[in-house]
């Protein structure tokens, strides 16, 4: 079936660095591809999504592309920020399964000063 | 916010009882989708509800049941509550055309935390 792994955490940055979250999924169609963030004591909020091979999403400074050749959606942001400590979860949906997300296990990420 | 309204927030009750969340979608929303986040399963599809019909099955157990009302909003029911039962319970909406293929982006509510002592 189909399936999300991501890179387990935490992850502990210092405040600028670069952030990677990896991401690889498992599907039987062509999928769309999500990252969701969740900040403490909130739901989820979406931060990206890509719905087709090498489309790129990017918010807030935050991107991921499709790769179909790697079966990938790798998480990226130049310089974090300390507002950027939360748990990220990276997610699949595939069009004809009317829509339902498969989720990885989450990645929670620490941003230090 | 997103727009999507869950309620109650947190509920704490016993083995053995039965409770209900409630969950109202973004307005124009026809699907909710309602997910499962817990420690040791990580976030898990439940149920899907299409303009009051259900439209697709997760991992919910007999003991759960939901309904989508003709306003749009949603129950999900918990029956016969288990310690494992614990969990924050998500409601997500969308605008899915159902029978295009194409799929939307959801939008989740706060969540409501269930605590089974």
């Known amino acids: 079936g189909n399936s999300v792994t991501q890179m387990e955490g935490p992850v502990t940055l210092s405040e600028e660095a670069f952030l990677t979250i990896n991401c690889t999924y498992t599907a039987t169609g062509y999928p769309s591809l999500f990252w969701y963030v969740q900040y403490p004591g909130e739901g989820l909020q979406l931060l990206l999504k890509?719905?087709?091979?090498?489309d790129k999403g990017s918010n807030k400074g935050f991107e991921a592309t499709y790769r179909k050749e790697t079966t990938s959606f790798h998480l990226e942001k130049g310089s974090v920020q300390v507002s950027d400590s939360a748990v990220y979860f990276c997610a699949l949906s595939e069009r004809n399964q009317g829509g339902k997300l498969i989720f990885g296990q989450g990645t929670e990420l620490s941003v230090k000063p | 916010d997103s727009g999507v309204t869950q309620t109650p927030k947190h509920l704490i009750t016993a083995t053995g009882q039965r409770v209900t969340l409630r969950c109202s979608p973004r307005?124009?929303?026809?699907?909710v989708y309602w997910y499962q986040q817990s420690l040791d399963q990580g976030l898990q599809f439940l149920i899907q509800y299409y303009n009051g019909e259900e439209r697709a099955k997760g991992n919910i157990l007999e003991r759960f049941s939901a309904q989508q009302f003709p306003d749009l909003h949603s129950e999900l029911n918990l029956s016969s509550l288990e310690l494992g039962d614990s969990a924050l319970y998500f409601c997500a909406s969308s605008v899915v055309p159902v029978g295009t293929g194409l799929t939307d982006t959801q939008y989740f509510g706060p969540g409501t935390r269930l605590t089974v002592l």
């Open positions: 307005s124009g929303d026809l699907s």
């Open positions: 890509a719905t087709k091979a090498d």
